[in-house]
């Protein structure tokens, strides 16, 4: 009785939460089967906690604060980037304490976070003190006990991911669809199903990719740069950007680019254009596919340039560690790193190194190249968040995004001015919009701004063609291949959609 009666409350107490304040834009699940599903998270959390404790009020006062926290993350998360939280989300945050700056929370020095969490800890072992513990007197009873539940829980957990109970977890959870899921089963449940749904889908044989066959080098250089939260700054209110005049006279194809979020998740763009595959073909790995393949993509254009005899360089003016890049970039078929130690030198613009800076880097190594060169590029000085401070003299967001947004726009200026007496393709694109007051999510159906240059000949007349993110990555497999695709191959040219 004594731990029915918490367990009841914090059952009955998080139900509450994600009733009255949970994040969910669909209808409430209220089939028995889904509230049963709801309580049972509820309860597996609770029994997680109580592991640690043993003492039923506090791992149910736990569970509550754990799940009102969850509800509490998510909500922010979606009024940031449109989208409330999943489970790959925790393979993050190892990141935020190495690099607090790139996050929209203080750091844990902060008294708004130290305060919290100092108080939680000795909050946590006052109660610890007051609050008799259940387990048994004896200590072989205790061992046992001390050693069951733990055991218990690991084998449910094992249980999850192999027949028949995965079976039944993937009947109700056949695809990512979280606004759904999280309405019908509640946030902690759809935590939980997507982990072992994501693990799974690892753990399942994968077919033999299709061969690819090597040919002769296409275009002789090939650069692709990824430009941090670009858009079009007249589409937010913003002057005109010289640029894009030079875009729409001399690119041979540009246009608005449906890129797989907003405002973050640099990674899911970077994959979709480096591989051409879609976020349909990804499973429940598409909210981070690099943690879900890391890199080990056959097809990737990295891996086909270098099969086709190209040089290959990846080229990002930040710490290697950062989304596994270094491990990741290397698995995609990058011969040639050149990061956050190569740059200690270069101009910084803000907290990064100016785009400018990093374009004069990425002509010195074209000049550099051997022979055929494909490099990808990521750029790094308007990456958010925009706070006061961070540019003297400009505390407005909206007025620090557009300053550094001049010299992203002058970097590929420099570039095609630079490079254009050769045969080179160029290719630029945004990776997501900015997360700024003015950009909620929503904007522009996640649209961000792209333009395919191709240097040194006489091409056709510029055209606009709207494109999603992994059509642009299977149109550029043309660029490193002496032969275009023909249609019906993977590297077809995407119609407008």
Not at 251 to 263: D, K, N
Request: a positive charge.
């Amino acid at each position: 009785m004594s731990f029915l009666v918490p367990f009841g409350l914090a059952l009955g107490s998080c139900l509450a939460i994600e009733v009255f304040a949970g994040d969910t834009r669909a209808p409430f699940g209220r089939r028995l089967p889904d509230l049963l599903l709801r309580l049972s998270a509820y309860a597996l959390l609770l029994l997680f906690w109580f592991v640690f404790s043993w003492r039923p009020w506090l791992a149910a006062s736990t569970c509550v604060v754990t799940v009102a926290a969850l509800v509490f993350i998510s909500r922010a998360k979606r009024a940031v980037i449109g989208e409330p939280l999943v489970f790959s989300d925790f393979a993050l945050l190892p990141q935020v304490p190495r690099h607090p700056q790139l996050y929209y929370i203080p750091p844990v020095t902060d008294l708004r976070i130290a305060g919290p969490v100092i108080g939680t800890v000795l909050g946590t072992a006052l109660w610890y003190w007051l609050e008799s513990s259940l387990l048994p007197d004896q200590p072989s009873e205790r061992l046992a006990a001390l050693l069951a539940l733990p055991a218990g829980l690991f084998a449910l957990w094992f249980a999850a991911g192999h027949r028949p109970l995965s079976g039944w977890i993937a009947r109700r959870f056949p695809r990512p669809d979280l606004d759904s899921d999280i309405a019908r089963g509640g946030l902690p449940a759809c935590l939980l199903a997507y982990a072992l749904r994501w693990g799974a889908e690892r753990r399942a044989p994968v077919p033999a990719p299709a061969t690819v066959e090597p040919q002769a080098p296409g275009d002789g250089v090939v650069i692709l740069v990824q430009l941090e939260s670009f858009v079009d700054p007249e589409r937010l209110g913003g002057p005109h950007l010289p640029l894009m005049d030079l875009i729409r006279a001399r690119a041979v194809q540009y246009g608005r680019l449906r890129v797989p979020a907003h405002g973050a998740y640099t990674m899911r763009s970077e994959h979709a254009v480096l591989t051409g595959r879609g976020p349909e073909s990804l499973g429940f790995g598409v909210y981070d596919p690099y943690l879900a393949t890391g890199g080990r993509e056959p097809t990737s254009l990295a891996r086909i340039a270098r099969a086709n005899g190209y040089e290959t360089r990846f080229v990002h003016p930040f710490h290697r560690d950062f989304f596994q890049r270094a491990r990741v970039m290397e698995a995609l078929g990058f011969q040639r790193l050149v990061m956050g130690e190569d740059f200690t030198e270069a101009a910084r613009v803000g907290p990064y190194v100016g785009d400018v800076a990093l374009g004069q880097r990425v002509l010195a190594e074209v000049r550099q190249r051997g022979g055929p060169l494909f490099l990808f590029c990521v750029t790094m000085e308007n990456h958010g968040p925009w706070k006061p401070g961070r540019l003297p003299g400009i505390d407005d967001p909206l007025a620090q995004y557009l300053h550094h947004v001049v010299g992203t726009g002058r970097m590929v200026e420099d570039l095609v001015a630079a490079l254009d007496g050769e045969s080179v393709t160029l290719c630029v694109f945004g990776d997501h919009a900015p997360a700024l007051p003015t950009c909620k999510p929503g904007f522009g159906g996640t649209r961000t701004d792209y333009a395919l240059f191709r240097l040194g000949r006489q091409g056709d007349a510029p055209r606009r063609a709207d494109l999603s993110a992994h059509a642009l990555g299977r149109l550029l497999r043309d660029t490193v291949a002496a032969e275009p695709a023909v249609a019906g191959s993977s590297s077809v040219t995407m119609p407008r959609w």
